[in-house]
Nanobody, 127 residues
Framework: QVPLVESGGGSVQAGGSLRLSCVVS????????LGWFRQVPGKEREGVAL???????EYAESVKGRFTISKDTAKNTLYLQMNMLKPEDSGMYLC?????????????????????WGQGTQVTVST
């Protein structure tokens, strides 16, 4: 398995910002499909953002306009910039990679599409 290692989580107050990073121990190509998910105890893993093989970005409705997904292929790193955080954004954030081709076509992709996952980084937003 190819390890993906997330970092950047923490505790912030509502309205604050965090930038998550996901370092991938494999070359990220321009077409590599990458995503961020959120896991909350007792709930299904939820897609947050997708950067597909065309470079198109897709977001969950709840984070549109506040979160931005991006990547740096030279650093093999995926990012999630999170602004105007809300308590309901709290959870374990995991990055995931699909080493083939994937296209969002206007929507996020299911967890089963992805080949490799990180362990996650915890985000806690307080009021």
């Amino acid at each position: 398995q190819v390890p993906l290692v997330e970092s950047g989580g923490g505790s912030v107050q509502a309205g604050g910002s965090l930038r998550l990073s996901c370092v991938v121990s494999r070359n990220i190509k321009e077409r590599t499909c990458l995503g961020w998910f959120r896991q909350v105890p007792g709930k299904e893993r939820e897609g947050v953002a997708l950067l597909d093989s065309m470079g198109s970005q897709e977001y969950a409705e709840s984070v549109k306009g506040r979160f931005t997904i991006s990547k740096d292929t030279a650093k093999n790193t995926l990012y999630l910039q999170m602004n105007m955080l809300k308590p309901e954004d709290s959870g374990m954030y995991l990055c995931a990679a699909n080493w083939g081709l994937c296209y969002g076509n206007g929507r996020l992709l299911a967890p089963a599409v992805y080949d490799d996952w990180g362990q996650g980084t915890q985000v806690t937003v307080s009021t």
